[in-house]
């Protein structure tokens, strides 16, 4: 075994192999054999039969589009597969989107183990890079099985900021972090009756949570125009965070490590396979598409939307009986430059988004197989300026697969429906403001009980998981990070895992 072979390995290359990011829409794709690869000449052998798909990612950071362009079969070579490079780490994360990422830190600054992080792509590639970053409370139910780690991260990422600002750095220049507060709208008696209830709840909570009538809205947001009977719930104290700056910045603060050979990253080189000990069964190493990482303490499987394809793809073969049933769950997002109509003060949500969620959680709780008709495409509002003053107006969410092309029947329905609050959006076309524009689409990690995957598999004492986050991952990194953390290392965790355990998927 070498150990740190190399310190950062991030290779910036067009193409990428998504042998097993795209298992599940290519059954027929091979991935590796467990038992073959405990011997890596058998496996190097499997990997000559294995048909290898390029794709390239025209956008990962925000670009307009995204496109997997499947490439011809490709040979795998012999001499180069026996030399593949092999590491070691105490710990190596499969998946770099936010979740990934904060894992890593969270290791580096809360212990001595080295960290290797693995992507198939980069780390804005999945949904990390659409999110709109809000890191909000608003939205959440106090008591709910998930307040506990919403509050515990939400304090976790004020810290950083706090953090940043008394070493004299600017959070807004390197999180994008602004508290602008949060507005949670209704329209109808039935949402205000909502949101007047959750104010309360808030405020029991302990937090600062206002009911604003129509006019007290009006003064806050003069460019929110409800009609009579509308109202808000307001929570000054949540914040928003730039997604790309955030993870540039935990990047950043990550490579730090490198120096001393903690931690090293792994780009491009999708995860293939897993290598066992043929003495303990237990997992020894990670095979990616160039390389063997072996792992000495764990091995994380943070995958976002792919988890589930991931896990099967790694386990295949053995007699693993838990299935994430992770969905990928699209959103757009539509970003307007030098937009110049209005200004906003705050974060808004329109109440109907945290209705779809909760209806999508009431289903699943009720035994239905999905939640809502997979196919039903659903568009609410919400809308912020970002730290680079462009005006981002959101989302959609829609289960069609692992496609990411942008739709513009749904940007066109995203604007339909900001102009239905902001009125002054009605005297621009979409067509007009085409020059200033830019889409993002990602792939929220969903999962049919509402609730994300965090902890160890059961019977495979290195191996954990941290997926599953909807649209909640940027709120909810700095927690999961925090709880994954203390369980590698055997630390009680500061919120109960419960809710979140692996056990719910075994089959
Ligand atoms: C439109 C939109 C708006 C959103 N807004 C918000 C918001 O305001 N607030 C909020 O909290 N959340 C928001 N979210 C949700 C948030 O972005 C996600 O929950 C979060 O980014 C998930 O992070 P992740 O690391 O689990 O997944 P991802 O970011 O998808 O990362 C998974 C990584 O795994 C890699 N991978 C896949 N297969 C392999 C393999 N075989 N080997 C190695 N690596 C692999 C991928 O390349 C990818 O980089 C939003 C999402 C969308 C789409």
Not at 93 to 108: D, E, S
Not at 116 to 121: H, K, R, T
Not at 448 to 456: A, E, F, L, Q, S
Request: charged share 20%.
């Amino acid at each position: 075994m070498v150990r740190c072979a190399r310190f950062l390995h991030f290779t910036i290359s067009p193409s990428v192999d998504y042998a097993s990011k795209t298992s599940k829409e290519s059954p027929k794709m091979a991935m590796m054999d467990l038992k073959a690869i405990s011997n890596p000449l058998s496996l190097c052998r499997n990997q000559l039969l294995h048909r290898k798909l390029a794709s390239h990612k025209s956008s990962y950071c925000g670009r307009e589009t995204r496109r997997h362009l499947a490439q011809p079969v490709h040979v795998a070579n012999l001499q180069r597969d026996i030399k593949a490079q092999s590491h070691s780490y105490d710990v190596v994360i499969v998946g770099a989107g936010i979740i990934g990422l904060t894992i890593a830190r969270q290791f580096l600054l809360g212990s001595d183990l080295s960290v290797a992080i693995i992507d198939a792509d980069v780390p804005c590639a999945g949904a990390t890079g659409a999110g709109q970053g809000y890191i909000w409370r608003i939205n959440k139910e106090p008591g709910h099985e998930k307040w506990e780690l919403a509050s515990r991260s939400h304090e976790l990422w004020v810290n950083l900021a706090d953090s940043l600002q008394q070493q004299g750095m600017d959070p807004l220049q390197i999180l994008g972090w602004k508290k602008t507060g949060s507005l949670l709208v209704g329209k109808t008696e039935e949402e205000c009756a909502m949101l007047e209830s959750r104010a309360k709840h808030l405020r029991d909570a302990g937090l600062g949570a206002q009911f604003l009538s129509n006019r007290e809205l009006q003064m806050k947001e003069p460019a929110l125009v409800l009609e009579e009977g509308g109202a808000a719930v307001f929570l000054p104290d949540d914040c928003q965070l730039d997604a790309h700056r955030a993870v540039a910045s935990i990047e950043k603060g990550n490579r730090q490590f490198a120096l001393n050979g903690r931690y090293a990253e792994f780009y491009h080189e999708p995860a293939t396979g897993l290598l066992r000990s043929e003495s303990s069964g237990e997992i020894d190493a990670v095979q990616t598409s160039k390389s063997t990482i072996y792992s000495k303490k764990a091995v994380i499987l943070a995958a976002g939307s792919w988890s589930g394809s991931v896990m099967h793809g790694l386990f295949r073969n053995s007699n693993m009986d838990i299935d994430v049933p992770v969905k990928p769950r699209k959103g757009h997002l539509l970003l307007i430059e030098n937009f110049d109509s209005f200004k906003l003060n705050h974060a808004l949500m329109e109440a109907g988004y945290v209705n779809h969620q909760s209806a999508a959680l009431q289903a699943a709780v009720s035994g239905a197989e999905t939640p809502y008709d997979a196919e039903t495409t659903s568009v609410s509002m919400t809308a912020t300026m970002d730290s680079s003053g462009r005006l981002v107006l959101g989302s959609s969410r829609q289960l069609v697969g692992f496609n990411t092309d942008v739709d513009e029947s749904i940007i066109t329905r995203i604007w339909e429906r900001a102009a239905e609050f902001f009125p002054a959006l009605r005297e621009k076309s979409l067509t007009e403001l085409k020059k200033n524009r830019s889409v993002r689409v990602g792939l929220r990690p969903y999962m049919p009980d509402g609730k994300p995957v965090i902890g160890p598999v059961p019977g495979w004492s290195k191996f954990y998981v941290a997926a599953g986050h909807e649209g909640e991952g940027l709120t909810l990194a700095l927690g999961t990070a925090e709880m994954i953390v203390d369980m590698v290392l055997g630390n009680p965790t500061k919120v109960d895992p419960e809710p979140y355990t692996v056990h719910r998927c075994s089959s």
